[in-house]
């Protein structure tokens, strides 16, 4: 085994080259104690002592030669022990011994006094790693100053006990064996961003933060799906890889398949058109939980790039319901954020208590913006006609006379979004819809004639929170001859970051009668983010950003010495 003990003021990893086999340890074997020295630690554990390193905790100027001989020392004092390292795990034979993980251990033996024994069968403690090891560290009795352990995964038999003291231990039975020893000096912290993401396997170790964002985002996701599936929805899954990514006004990933040398394959920039052909089909309430991936870096509106808030690939969900109309879809999006805020907000209390409480107030209702009126009263001028084929032209002067300044590339979208984000989307730091979109911006969108500013607007609305938007829902297009307009309009607009084309197969689909229908998305990265108080969207992904993820191959980062950063 490898503990960590108190040395001379410095948390040290000791390495004891064998454990003696013993019938029965002293009775209180694991309770707490304090060791003045490495000597009478081991002396404590009648262990046979070949070598002991004293190792300081990793400093971010560590040499990679010095990491890699300390790792040597440690793999040489391993061996030499005579323990097998990293053995086939053996099911326990004992029926009358039930093996459990150090959570149920908490929970299920918490009822315990002072000084008593859990009167039932022995248990097997089982399968910890760094980030819970200060649980198995309380559980199995050792003192508060040895939590820093180099322990990973261990197994130790004995019956639930909580000492006089309070702590709840194992009274055990025979020494925990070694499952799975830790070969590096695991720093104390890691703060550096870039090293935390690039070293993921050793953060979610030392930062119960970032292991509780995931465990939460993995809670989040299944409340949707029980939410949806509730409400009478069926989960279904969509094509990645397709000739054409539609469904998002977006720059896709190409690839090529070995079957298909001469097709030109892309990857999905969202599940949408997919998921109208099942509606079509005879589905009338569906969605899907699932990746999409834009190449993002310009298009038809604003850039997204990889920032803090966006990432190439990322998740999200997307339902169709027939039957539902813009009002429906927006008081479901109400209650169902309202319901995860209340959710998530519970388990930070009871069992993510690193993470803060979300205290953004998703009470329904939200306020709500209407597009082309709050910006025509935020600049004092009325829109120009955004059907007249001048309306660039006339949009472009206002600009100027307002001394906004333009998009890098200047066409109807862009400027009309540029106008959203310089005054509508700051004012959305609360929950708030932004509703009615100009009809050029939602081409996949039913429209109408709004009767007050007598534009042509889409049944649409997006819900922007803390600035960003979150989920974006409509009413469906449903005419083949309405969405053909409409795409032929889009194509208007295309230049050469924006490869638009017209989807002549989902036309012929429409031919076949699609109901009514209501759209939803949301973006799940971006709704774990704010539900667990993080700004980052690496924070939320498992191995960050692309960008990280590609420094974990070939030529990236060292992920040795960036193991060892405690800036």
């Known amino acids: 085994m490898t503990p960590t003990v108190q040395v001379d003021g410095q948390k040290s990893p000791i390495i004891m080259s064998s454990l003696r086999q013993c019938l029965r340890p002293p009775a209180r074997f694991f309770q707490s104690r304090t060791f003045a020295s490495a000597a009478s630690y081991l002396r404590f554990y009648n262990g046979g002592v070949r070598r002991v390193l004293v190792v300081p905790e990793a400093h971010a100027n560590h040499e990679i030669q010095k990491i890699t001989e300390s790792l040597q020392r440690r793999l040489d004092a391993l061996l030499k022990s005579g323990r097998k390292l990293y053995p086939r795990f053996q099911e326990d034979a004992d029926a009358a011994v039930k093996v459990i993980s150090s959570k149920v251990f908490l929970r299920r033996y918490g009822f315990l006094a002072e000084d008593q024994t859990a009167t039932d069968t022995d248990i097997a403690l089982q399968g910890t790693s760094y980030a819970k090891f200060d649980e198995a560290i309380s559980i199995v009795g050792h003192n508060d100053s040895l939590k820093e352990h180099w322990l990973k995964v261990i197994d130790v038999k004995g019956k639930a006990h909580r000492t006089a003291s309070g702590q709840l231990s194992i009274l055990a039975t025979e020494l925990p064996n070694l499952l799975s020893p830790c070969l590096h000096d695991l720093p104390t912290h890691l703060r550096n961003p870039e090293t935390r993401i690039r070293n993921r396997h050793v953060d979610l170790q030392v930062n119960q933060r970032a292991a509780q964002t995931l465990q939460l985002r993995s809670r989040i996701i299944s409340e949707i799906r029980r939410y949806l599936m509730q409400d009478g929805f069926l989960e279904v899954q969509t094509p990645i890889l397709a000739n054409s990514a539609g469904g998002a006004v977006a720059r896709a990933f190409a690839t090529k398949a070995v079957e298909f040398p001469d097709r030109h394959i892309e990857l999905r920039t969202a599940p949408e058109l997919w998921l109208k052909r099942l509606?079509?089909?005879?589905?009338?309430?569906?969605?899907?939980?699932?990746?999409?991936?834009?190449?993002?870096?310009?298009?038809?509106?604003?850039?997204?790039?990889?920032?803090?808030?966006?990432?190439?690939?990322?998740?999200?969900?997307?339902?169709?319901?027939?039957?539902?109309?813009?009002?429906?879809?927006?008081?479901?999006?109400?209650?169902?954020?309202?319901?995860?805020?209340?959710?998530?907000?519970?388990?930070?209390?009871?069992?993510?208590?690193?993470?803060?409480?979300?205290?953004?107030?998703?009470?329904?209702?939200?306020?709500?913006?209407?597009?082309?009126?709050?910006?025509?009263?935020?600049?004092?001028?009325?829109?120009?006609?955004?059907?007249?084929?001048?309306?660039?032209?006339?949009?472009?002067?206002?600009?100027?006379?307002?001394?906004?300044?333009?998009?890098?590339?200047?066409?109807?979208?862009?400027?009309?979004?540029?106008?959203?984000?310089?005054?509508?989307?700051?004012?959305?730091?609360?929950?708030?819809?932004?509703?009615?979109?100009?009809?050029?911006?939602?081409?996949?969108?039913?429209?109408?004639?709004?009767?007050?500013?007598?534009?042509?607007?889409?049944?649409?609305?997006?819900?922007?929170?803390?600035?960003?938007?979150?989920?974006?829902?409509?009413?469906?297009?449903?005419?083949?001859?309405?969405?053909?307009?409409?795409?032929?309009?889009?194509?208007?607009?295309?230049?050469?970051?924006?490869?638009?084309?017209?989807?002549?197969?989902?036309?012929?689909?429409?031919?076949?009668?699609?109901?009514?229908?209501?759209?939803?998305?949301?973006?799940?990265?971006?709704?774990?983010?704010?539900?667990?108080?993080?700004?980052?969207?690496?924070?939320?992904?498992?191995?960050?950003?692309?960008?990280?993820?590609?420094?974990?191959?070939?030529?990236?980062?060292?992920?040795?010495?960036?193991?060892?950063?405690?800036?």
């Open 279 to 567: 509606v079509l089909g005879g589905f009338d309430k569906i969605f899907e939980l699932g990746p999409c991936f834009r190449n993002e870096g310009g298009g038809l509106l604003k850039s997204s790039g990889m920032d803090k808030t966006h990432n190439p690939e990322f998740t999200t969900c997307e339902f169709y319901a027939a039957y539902r109309s813009l009002s429906a879809l927006m008081n479901i999006t109400e209650d169902l954020l309202s319901e995860l805020s209340n959710f998530s907000n519970k388990l930070i209390q009871e069992q993510h208590d690193s993470l803060p409480i979300c205290d953004i107030g998703f009470a329904q209702p939200y306020p709500r913006l209407d597009f082309i009126r709050e910006i025509e009263s935020a600049i004092a001028l009325r829109l120009p006609d955004l059907t007249d084929l001048n309306a660039e032209a006339k949009l472009v002067d206002i600009f100027r006379a307002r001394n906004i300044r333009l998009p890098e590339a200047v066409n109807l979208p862009r400027l009309l979004d540029r106008l959203s984000s310089e005054f509508l989307e700051p004012r959305c730091q609360a929950p708030t819809w932004i509703i009615h979109h100009p009809e050029c911006l939602s081409p996949l969108s039913k429209s109408f004639v709004d009767p007050l500013s007598q534009q042509r607007v889409s049944a649409r609305a997006e819900l922007f929170v803390g600035g960003k938007e979150l989920v974006n829902t409509y009413e469906e297009e449903n005419s083949p001859f309405e969405q053909s307009r409409k795409f032929q309009e889009q194509i208007k607009f295309r230049d050469d970051t924006d490869k638009v084309d017209i989807d002549r197969s989902y036309l012929q689909a429409l031919e076949w009668g699609l109901p009514p229908t209501g759209g939803w998305g949301c973006g799940i990265d971006r709704l774990v983010m704010i539900l667990s108080g993080t700004d980052r969207i690496n924070d939320v992904l498992p191995f960050g950003n692309l960008r990280n993820v590609i420094s974990l191959g070939p030529g990236g980062t060292d992920s040795v010495k960036s193991a060892t950063d405690h800036r």
